[in-house]
């Protein structure tokens, strides 16, 4: 195997998998999505080389188009080298690794994936928010919130679930006003995690209703349904200096 499509987790550097620290430790290039926390190239060996890839929002002239990415994987891999291509949360979650885990495979370049916790559902745990829990919700859905007019409402009706939005910051009030004309209760309990497990961690509790105003600065994990009135209330974050640094809940 020369390419290794690598889920970093939420953030904080512990939460890698083993199996991802140890390949990210002898990595020869380090292909780096702009989301993933710059702390996890800690033990990286110094002479590698880091490639920072990724979009940048409303920025297409600083974003790297998708095929240019695969591209120079498959050129990376036909070296022989140790390339690992690191993405945020789990590489096959809203996280186009699938995309690259088939270019490598049609241009017959050797590949492992080594999952990742995802955001989804990692950013709501640390919150203390069980995303299904006996009496609450008995089902949970990940929803893309880029956008919105491309979301099924119709399957996701109100009801004894949850639905957990990634990439909604920007459309926040569009969803909140969609779940609404889906037939949501105002008042259903809404948990905002921006930048989970990050020193500049957020969390905010609120209800759909707030959600129609509430500024939610990306990253943001957005939590919808009775489970998110179990969002902590207060919380401590590593910080990048090892560091305990208390935040308070915003409510
Ligand atoms: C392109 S998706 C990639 C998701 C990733 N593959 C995963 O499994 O977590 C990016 C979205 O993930 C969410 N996200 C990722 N990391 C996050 C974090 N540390 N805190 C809050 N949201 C996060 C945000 O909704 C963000 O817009």
């Known amino acids: 195997v020369t390419v290794y499509l690598v889920g970093a987790g939420p953030g904080d550097p512990d939460l890698i998998t083993r199996r991802g620290a140890a390949i990210l430790a002898r990595a020869d290039y380090v292909v780096i999505d702009r989301l993933v926390d710059r702390r996890l190239l800690a033990d990286v060996p110094c002479d590698s080389i880091i490639v920072e890839v990724g979009k940048v929002p409303g920025q297409p002239e600083l974003s790297w188009a998708q095929d240019d990415i ?126 989970g497990s990050w020193a500049s961690e957020r969390r905010t509790h609120t209800s759909i209703a707030g959600l129609l105003t509430e500024a939610v600065r990306s990253p943001a994990v957005i939590v919808v349904g009775a489970v998110a009135a179990l969002v902590d209330r207060a919380y401590v974050s590593a910080g990048v200096d090892g560091l305990g640094t208390v935040s308070a809940l915003v409510d």
Do not use: Y
């Not at 390339?83 to 995309?99: A, Q, S, T």
């Not at 979301?151 to 939005?165: A, K, M, S, Y």
């Not at 009030?173 to 969609?178: G, I, S, T």
């Open 70 to 195: 695969s591209e120079m994987l498959i050129a990376l891999g036909r070296t022989g080298v140790t390339v690992v291509r690191l993405k945020g949360g789990d590489p096959f979650v809203f996280g186009r690794g699938g995309e690259e885990l088939r270019a490598l495979r049609n241009a017959g370049v050797a590949v492992e994936v080594v999952p990742g916790l995802s955001s989804a559902f990692a950013v709501p745990a640390l919150s203390g928010i069980p995303v299904t829990s006996r009496g609450l919700s008995s089902q949970v859905t990940v929803v893309s919130g880029h956008d919105p007019s491309a979301v099924e409402w119709r399957h996701l009706g109100p009801g004894d679930r949850t639905i957990v939005f990634l990439m909604g910051s920007a459309h926040s009030a569009v969803l909140a006003q969609c779940l609404i004309d889906e037939g949501w209760p105002p008042h259903t309990d809404v948990a905002i995690t921006e930048s």
